[in-house]
C-alpha cells in the first residue's frame, strides 16, 4: 500500500444518527462517538486514521455542518484549518460532495477524490485501502466507482448495486442499477441472484468526471459549488459558501447524480469485504462489538451485570445495569433518558425522536 497521488477524499461529517437516539443526539451525532471497536478513538477519528494512509493529512478533505465544525476541530487537531469546510445548513450528500470535489479541482485540476462517511465501520483498514487503490485505477480512467459490499444477509436497511460485466478499464465490475432499501422479499431474491451488492456509500471518482456530470444534471448545484471553491481559493469562502448554499439543491449523491451516471454507463463497481457496516441501528453496532458469553453487548464499557439474560444491547451512563431473565432487548441509559426495546425493532428506534418532540421534550434529542 502506498499514497495515492493526487488523492483528495473527501468525509461528510453529518447526519443525525437517529435510530442510535439516545446515544446520537442532535448536538453529538453519532459520528463524534466511539461506537466502533476501538473505545478510544470516535467513528469519525477511525475514518481518518484509515484514509491518511492514502492521501497523507493535507489532501484530506472534512465537509460538515457549522453546529460540529468545533467538536470536529477538538478531535481533528491537526487537519489543516482550509481542509475543514463548514456547511451553513443540511442539504443532503450532493451538494457537500460536489463543494469538495469542487475545492480538490480548484487545487489540483487532476485532483481524484471521493467520498467516505464518517460514521461508517470497517474492522479490516488494509483490505479497506486495497479496495480504494484498486478503484482509483479505474476512476483515472473517467468512470465514477463506487464500493459494492458483498451481501451477508437479504438486508432491508440498505441500499443495492445491481452489477454487470467485467470492466475493460481495469479492476471491478459495470453498474446495471442502484435500488434504495427493498422490501424484505426483494432483498432475498437480490442476495439469491448472486448479482447485487449492498451500496455502502462510498465513492472514488476524478473531480474533473464528477463535475462534469454535476454540471449535466443539476447545473446549478455545479454553478454554485464552483464559485464557491473560488472563493475558498481566493481567500473570502465562508462569506460567499454562506450566500450560495441556500440556493443549492437538497438531494442524495446517489439520486442526483450517481444514478444519471450509470444510465449512461458511467459507474463502475468495486466489490469487497472489508467488515464493513454502517452501525445504523443498535442491532448493527452488536455486530461489531465483542459479547460475552451470552451474547451480551456491552457499548462504551457499560458495566451490566445479566443473569439468565442474552443477546441484549447495553449502553449505560455512569451507573450499572442489571438484566434478569430477558433477552434480544436494546437497553440504551443515557442520563437523562432511557431506552428499552426488542432488537427486532432497532430498525424503528428513528421514529421516537419524532415522538419525543412531538411530546414537547425536544430537550432530549
Known amino acids: ?79 489543516p484549518p482550509a481542509n475543514l469546510i463548514a456547511e451553513p445548513s443540511a442539504r443532503n450528500s450532493a451538494a457537500p460532495i460536489a463543494l469538495a470535489a469542487a475545492i480538490a479541482h480548484e487545487r489540483d485540476p487532476d485532483a481524484l477524490t ?52 467485467p470492466l475493460t478499464q481495469g479492476p471491478g465490475l459495470a453498474v446495471r442499477s442502484f435500488t434504495e432499501k427493498p422490501d424484505a422479499a426483494t432483498a432475498r431474491e437480490y442476495v439469491a441472484t448472486g448479482s447485487y451488492l449492498w451500496n455502502a456509500g462510498m465513492f472514488v471518482w476524478r473531480a ?4 462534469a456530470e454535476v454540471e449535466r444534471q443539476l447545473p446549478g448545484l455545479h454553478d454554485g459549488v464552483r464559485r464557491i471553491a473560488a ?8 462569506q460567499v459558501h454562506a450566500e450560495i448554499w441556500p440556493t443549492l439543491p437538497t438531494v442524495s449523491i446517489d439520486v442526483g447524480i450517481v444514478e444519471g451516471a450509470a444510465q449512461r454507463g458511467r459507474v463502475a463497481c468495486m466489490p469487497a469485504d472489508f467488515g464493513w457496516t454502517d452501525v445504523g441501528t443498535f442491532d448493527s453496532l452488536a455486530a461489531v462489538l465483542p459479547g460475552d458469553a451470552a451474547g451480551n453487548v456491552r457499548v462504551g464499557g457499560a458495566e451490566v451485570l445479566a443473569v439468565d439474560s442474552a443477546r441484549c444491547v447495553v449502553s449505560a451512563a455512569g451507573r450499572p445495569v442489571v438484566l434478569l431473565g430477558v433477552h434480544d432487548l436494546v ?30 421534550r425536544g430537550g432530549l434529542t
Not at 474533473?208 to 463535475?211: E, G, K, P, T
Request: proline share 9%; charged share 20%.
Open 331 to 360: 437497553v440504551v441509559d443515557a442520563g437523562d433518558v432511557v431506552l428499552v426495546c426488542p432488537r427486532e425493532r432497532a430498525q424503528d428506534v428513528g421514529v421516537l425522536v419524532g415522538a419525543v418532540r412531538d411530546a414537547g
Open 114 to 165: 471521493g467520498s467516505f462517511a464518517a460514521d461508517h465501520v470497517v474492522t479490516d483498514p488494509a483490505a479497506f485501502q486495497a479496495v480504494i487503490e484498486a478503484a482509483a485505477q479505474v476512476a483515472a480512467e473517467g468512470l465514477l466507482v463506487t464500493v459494492g459490499l458483498r451481501p451477508l444477509r437479504p438486508d432491508t436497511g440498505y441500499g443495492y448495486i445491481e452489477a454487470g460485466g
Open 208 to 211: 474533473d468526471a464528477l463535475l
Open 1 to 79: 500500500m502506498s499514497t495515492i497521488p493526487r488523492f483528495f477524499p473527501a468525509i461528510p461529517a453529518g447526519g443525525s444518527g437517529t435510530r442510535l437516539w439516545p446515544l446520537s443526539r442532535t448536538g453529538r451525532p453519532k459520528f463524534l462517538l466511539p461506537l466502533g471497536p476501538d473505545p478510544a478513538r470516535s467513528l469519525l477519528q477511525a475514518t481518518v486514521d484509515r484514509l491518511l494512509p492514502l492521501c497523507g493529512l493535507d489532501r484530506l478533505l472534512v465537509v460538515t455542518g457549522e453546529a460540529h465544525s468545533a467538536a470536529v476541530r477538538g478531535q481533528l487537531p491537526h487537519l
Open 231 to 238: 472563493a475558498y481559493a481566493a481567500g473570502d469562502g465562508p
